[in-house]
Each structure stands twice: as structure tokens, then as C-alpha cells.
């Protein structure tokens, strides 16, 4: 009759483990022969400790007690050739971990709707994009004036398109009252009336000087409205004392039934075709660039010999580090070398681009049949003839795929690149949230949305008829 083989463990003494167990966590399932699960033991205990030492809370001693005393349980078992289930320390470990982390976060659920007036801010401008916008017939003039007053002003006085413009007196100094004048207007219509600066901006006129101003043409399409010097025109000048000439700008139109795209509505096309170019350019080029690396950092290839060996270790570090390092910061460090602009956040994708593939491609190699490779060496095959029989025929398809599935994340990558001044739809996206402008946001959300789906759904077509 056979008899049930004692297990490796039963020769060793259960008091002797959970007393070493006590002393030392971790330590009793080594005596046991159990050394990697006292290992993971003590380095999960130390954690604990150490996590609960630096954050001062009392309750969170309770997660290492927890894990100490079934340390011992589970020492006593492991001697016995029993294993404890580790269910309870795991669950120790995390109720710690969320609650740290629920106190890091500082989460203020009230906080969601005690400010839902600042959402209210931002959800009811979003709720109509800016993206279209009726075709408008415009009509606009502008005089000059001097600001401050220099010793020979020019005459305040222009006519545009049939509209004369007039200002008394010529020149001013901050908030001077002026008196505008006006003929050959569009009758019954309103005017709008803006200042602008030596540099072009041109700023509000109404009241507070933050408002927009709107006067109406009479019947004869004449104006005759007091206006005063802006607090802001002086801002862009380097000398205040300076002489400078201002202008004044009048602007009446009429929307028409026709659409077009607005101001922001073109911007948004631009900034997407840009997104889309970029991603496409760093997604080729790091997979042109990506494919010799992965040769280089697969295993099964570089392993023959120390040489091959050291290479192999070498370019996998490489590549590990530098995928490590999140585009944005990549983008950041190019934006200061080649300047704002696309070709700074490309280099930055294209970077991390290369990295990821590599790993990717080089983990298709070593997965990779190995028989081919092992007939072409026992024929004498070199290391370039192995690559191009035994290896390329297994690893088109699952490159073209992850190649695919790359170009999907740079798309989305692209459109936030733009934030640290990398191009693309983000640049537009980050200067209408710092503007305010949540229009102009929610159609970059949208067109966004609407190019991220459709190259998700045909990458995914052309993936499924990689596989």
C-alpha cells in the first residue's frame, strides 16, 4: 500500500517558526524553506511600517499588526507544510492604502455641488460651440489719435469706404473725455466702437472699459457719442511719456443667412490637422526607428554571446528610461531647444514613440517561434540570414498591429501636447482656457472627440484583420 510522501516542510519545527516569525516578520517562513514568500513577507511589512511612521496616523498601525501576527499564523503552517490563505493581510494592506490615499487626495464630495455655480460658469458657454457662425457683411472705419498729446498731433480725421470719422480734440491723456463724430454710416444700425492700441489690440470701450460698446447710427447714418481715453492703451507701450498714435475703430454688420466657420471654428480645423500630422509623422518615424532597437534588445537574438549580451542590456535600458519619461516632459525640454511650435512635440512623441515599439516589438521577437530559428542555425545560417527567414515572416503582422494601436495613443497624446507649447489643437485649447473662453472649448472637445472615435474604430478594423 503506498503511503503519502511527507512534505518538505514537515521536518521543520512550528514553534521554533512563529517564534522567528515574531521576531523578525518573515523570518519563520524562511526557516521553513518557504524564502521567497518571507521575503515578499518582510518587505510588505516594512512598507507598512515605515507608510504608517510617516503619515502619524494611529489607525494606520493597525494594517502592520494585522500583517505581523498572520505573519506568525502563516510561519507556523508554512513549518507544518500548510500555507495560510493570504486574503486577510492583502485586505490589511489595501483599507491602509485607501485610506492614505482617500487623506492625500484631501476627496471633498460636497465640494462637487457647493460650487455649482463656477461649473454653471463653464457648462452653460459649452452648451453652444463655437464652431460655426453666421456670414456677416461688415462695415468699418477709423480715426487716429495721439496719446499722449505730443507737440504736433496729427488731425483726427479718416475717411473709409464713404464713412468719415472724426475725433476732438486730436490727442489725450489717460481718461480724457473725447467726442466722436461720425457720417456715412448704415442708418438704424448698431455701431460698434473699440480702441485700439500701437500694436493692434483692440480693446473694450464700455463701461468699466470692459464691456463692449454699442452706439446706434440715426436715421442718417450719423454717430455723435463721448468716448474716453482706455485705461489699456497704455499697457503696451514701453514708454508712457511717449507719443504715440491710437486709433479708433467703428464696426457695424449684417448676418446673413449663410454659415461659415468662425474665427475659433477655423483655429480648430488648423490645431486638428495639425494633431493629426504630427501624430501621423512621429507614429512612421519612431516605427521606422523603433524596429532596429527591438532586434537589439530582444534576448533570443542578442543572447549568443557576451558581447551580443552586454548590447542587448544596454539598448533595453535605454529604452526602459526613456519610455519612462512622459512626452509632455520630452516636449518641454525641445520646446526650449528647437523653439514653440509642432516640431518640438513631435521629436517629443517621436522619442517616446521609438521606446515603447521597441519593447513592444522586441517582446514579439523573443516570443516568437523558436524552431525556425534553431533549423537556421543548425545549417549554418548567419545572424542576418536567422533575422530575415526565421523571424521577419513571424513578426509583421503583430508590428503592424502595435504600430496601429500606437498611432491611436499618439493621436491623443498630440492633442495635449500643445499645453507645454508642442503644437497641435492643445496650444489653441490652452490659450482659450487661460482667455476663458469655454465656446471655443467645447468645439475642441467635440472635434476631438469626433477624430479620436473615428481612428479608433478604423484602427480597429485593420487590427482585427492583422491578427
Given amino acids: 500500500m503506498a503511503t503519502k510522501a511527507p512534505s518538505p516542510q514537515a521536518d521543520r519545527s512550528p514553534i521554533v517558526a512563529g517564534l522567528l516569525s515574531l521576531i523578525l516578520p518573515g523570518l519563520g517562513q524562511v526557516y521553513g524553506r518557504q524564502q521567497y514568500r518571507g521575503g515578499v513577507i518582510f518587505i ?9 511612521v510617516w503619515y502619524k496616523v494611529p489607525a494606520w498601525y493597525a494594517a502592520p499588526a494585522i500583517i505581523w501576527i498572520w505573519n506568525v499564523w502563516d510561519a507556523v503552517g508554512a513549518a507544518r507544510g500548510r500555507l495560510r490563505s493570504t486574503l486577510l493581510p492583502i485586505a490589511a494592506a489595501l483599507i491602509m492604502g485607501y485610506g492614505i490615499g482617500w487623506q492625500i487626495t484631501n476627496i471633498d464630495l460636497p465640494a462637487l455641488t457647493r460650487n455649482s455655480h463656477r461649473a454653471a460658469m463653464i457648462l452653460a458657454p459649452m452648451l453652444r460651440p463655437d464652431f460655426l457662425s453666421q456670414v456677416e457683411v461688415t462695415n468699418t472705419a477709423w480715426a487716429p489719435v495721439e496719446v499722449p498729446c505730443g507737440p504736433n498731433p496729427p488731425a483726427s480725421t479718416n475717411t473709409i469706404n464713404g464713412i468719415t470719422v472724426t475725433i476732438s480734440p486730436n490727442c489725450g491723456k489717460l481718461n480724457d473725455a473725447l467726442t466722436l463724430q461720425a457720417s ?19 480693446l473694450p470701450l464700455g463701461k468699466g472699459f470692459i ?17 474716453h481715453v482706455s485705461p489699456n492703451a497704455l499697457t503696451a507701450a514701453p514708454d508712457p511719456t511717449l507719443p504715440l498714435e491710437h486709433r479708433v475703430y467703428l464696426t457695424q454688420s449684417h448676418p446673413q443667412a449663410a454659415m461659415q466657420l468662425s474665427k475659433n471654428g477655423a483655429y480648430v480645423v488648423d490645431g486638428i490637422i495639425q494633431t493629426l500630422f504630427l501624430a501621423f509623422m512621429s507614429t512612421t518615424l519612431g516605427a521606422l526607428l523603433a524596429v532596429p532597437f527591438s532586434f537589439l534588445a530582444a534576448r533570443n537574438l542578442m543572447g549568443g554571446n557576451p558581447l551580443t549580451l552586454s548590447v542587448y542590456f544596454i539598448v533595453r535600458t535605454i529604452l526602459n528610461i526613456l519610455r519612462s519619461i512622459e512626452p509632455l516632459i520630452i516636449a518641454i525640454i525641445f520646446v526650449v531647444i528647437v523653439g514653440l511650435g509642432p516640431f518640438a512635440g513631435m521629436i517629443a512623441i517621436t522619442l517616446h514613440t521609438i521606446a515603447a515599439l521597441g519593447k513592444l516589438y522586441s517582446e514579439v521577437i523573443e516570443g516568437i517561434d523558436p524552431g525556425p530559428l534553431e533549423a537556421i542555425r543548425a545549417t549554418g545560417g548567419n545572424w542576418l540570414q536567422m533575422v530575415r ?25 498630440s492633442t495635449i501636447i500643445g499645453f507645454v507649447g508642442g503644437g497641435g489643437i492643445g496650444f489653441y485649447l490652452y490659450q482659450w482656457i487661460i482667455k476663458g473662453d469655454f465656446r471655443a472649448v467645447s468645439s475642441s472637445f467635440i472635434a476631438i472627440a469626433i477624430i479620436v472615435i473615428i481612428l479608433d474604430y478604423v484602427s480597429a478594423r485593420v487590427r482585427s484583420r492583422l491578427v
Wanted: glycine share 4%; charged share 10%.
Fill in 184 to 202: 456715412g454710416l448704415w442708418p438704424n444700425t448698431e455701431t460698434l466702437i473699440q480702441w485700439s492700441t500701437p500694436i493692434g489690440d483692440r
Fill in 211 to 227: 464691456t463692449a460698446l454699442y452706439v446706434p447710427a440715426d436715421a442718417q447714418g450719423n454717430l455723435n457719442v463721448v468716448i
Fill in 389 to 413: 527567414y526565421a523571424v521577419i515572416p513571424q513578426i509583421v503582422p503583430p508590428f503592424a498591429s502595435f504600430t496601429l494601436f500606437r498611432w491611436d495613443i499618439n493621436v491623443r497624446t
Fill in 44 to 52: 510588505s511589512e516594512l512598507l507598512a511600517v515605515l507608510t504608517a
